[in-house]
């Protein structure tokens, strides 16, 4: 593979606890975030401390992981080894999610340096929210003739409130990719490690991942009938007449997917109107900017009377008509609404027209909106030719 890792700078290690080959990856492995020189934004690197490429088949299935688009797991963008870090590493590219945590980290306070941040019990809610995120990442990933082969709680990520991605996957893929288990074997142990995961989550306790069995009998203290059921199923050894794929697993789990769709349509629904207000402030923030970029500006084109005559001094008696009017006795009017219709009529450019009068009451001007919204976009318009003339 060529050495790609002079294409990333800024690297900030992620760790917190020191790395032995007691990792799942049987290699000492380290989390960067770093910043790529191609597009300035930041991946998280994982690298392999020790690790010697003997085979191109290794990197085989990345190509496959790179191409899968799921919401619940954390994308791979590239792998490649390098020697700058004074041996020989293995390093996998990655999405970057800011002020992410483990879900070990999260609900089991794994690394010396952590609390959990969240300790007791699991609510079944949230549980059932991370079987569906998991379940759904599964499909895409096994239907693509690829599987995890790790779903543990410090390889799942949790990005925002109970949204939680697999990571590192495709490791396994090529640390281990002499390895003879076939692929059906190795879907069907995802589920098993589904299993074990949700376990432990569920009686709250990392130890069940392994030791299963111990655990199960509190589940029915705890947990309804359906969870309990549900884990059952999936630590369940197939047998030939019971396949196990994640085309039944959903199917069983078909409520729980449709609340979570139906949470997720809901939430979409706030974030448009969120966002479409938002918008609206971005236009009117726009329009303030330009307007602060003319008015009262002292000199221009050599000219010191710029903003006091022309097409400028319309903007700037509208400028005093939305921010400075007074009431009959000459106080201030801090009229929030008065300012919004205003702008937002300008930004329209409507055919209204309104009267404009100078602080001395001298002058007194006609204009409609449409006019004054022509004149900012002419004066804004020369503004900005001028800044591009002096930048060269
Ligand atoms: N893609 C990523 N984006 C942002 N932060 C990440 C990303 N991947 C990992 N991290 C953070 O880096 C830290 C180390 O991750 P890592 O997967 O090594 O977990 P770990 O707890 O150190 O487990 P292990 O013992 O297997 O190394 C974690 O705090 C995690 O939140
Ligand atoms: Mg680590």
New binding site residues.
């Given amino acids: 593979l060529p050495e790609r890792i002079e294409h990333f700078h800024s690297l900030v290690p992620?760790?917190?606890?020191q790395?032995n080959s007691q990792?799942?990856f049987g290699y000492p492995?380290?989390?960067y975030?770093a910043i790529s020189v191609n597009d300035g934004k930041a991946y998280?690197l994982?690298r392999f401390e020790g690790y010697r490429l003997t085979s191109e088949r290794a990197v085989r299935n990345i190509q496959a992981w790179k191409r899968i688009v799921s919401g619940s797991i954390?994308t791979i963008h590239d792998v490649f080894t390098t020697r700058a870090f004074g041996d020989s590493s293995l390093i996998f590219v990655?999405?970057?999610?800011?002020l992410?945590?483990?879900l070990?980290?999260h609900h089991f306070g794994?690394?010396s340096h952590f609390q959990p941040r969240q300790t007791g019990q699991i609510s079944e809610k949230v549980l059932w929210s991370y079987i569906v995120q998991i379940a759904s990442a599964l499909k895409i990933i096994h239907n693509t003739g690829l599987a995890v082969r790790l779903i543990e709680p410090?390889?799942i990520?949790l990005t925002s409130k109970n949204r939680i991605r697999l990571?590192?996957c495709g490791v396994l893929d090529v640390i281990q990719f002499d390895s003879q288990t076939s692929i059906a074997e190795l879907q069907q142990d995802d589920l098993m490690q589904l299993g074990r995961l949700v376990l432990s989550l569920a009686v709250n306790n990392i130890q069940a991942m392994h030791n299963p069995t111990r655990f199960i009998e509190h589940l029915s203290r705890i947990h309804s009938p359906e969870l309990r059921e549900c884990i059952l199923w999936l630590l369940n050894s197939p047998t030939p007449q019971n396949f196990k794929g994640i085309d039944s697993f959903l199917a069983n789990i078909s409520g729980h997917v449709i609340t979570s769709f139906n949470s997720v349509l809901h939430s979409e629904d706030n974030m448009t109107t969120m966002l479409s207000r938002e918008l609206e402030n971005g236009r009117l923030v726009r329009l303030l900017v330009k307007l602060g970029f003319i008015a009262d500006r002292p000199e221009f084109d050599h000219d010191p009377q710029w903003s006091e005559s022309g097409d400028r001094y319309f903007l700037k008696l509208f400028r005093d008509h939305v921010f400075h009017a007074v009431d009959a006795n000459g106080n201030p009017v801090l009229d929030l609404g008065h300012v919004l219709t205003c702008l937002n009529k300008l930004d329209v450019g409507i055919d209204e027209r309104l009267q404009l009068e100078s602080a001395d009451e001298q002058t007194l001007l006609f204009v409609s909106y449409r006019e004054l919204k022509r004149r900012l976009q002419d004066v804004f318009q020369e503004l900005v030719v001028a800044s591009q003339r002096s930048y060269g």
């Fill in positions: 992620l760790d917190t606890a790395q990792t799942p492995s380290w989390v975030k998280a994982r954390v990655t999405d970057y999610h800011p992410s945590t483990t070990a980290q794994a690394g410090s390889k990520l990571n590192a």
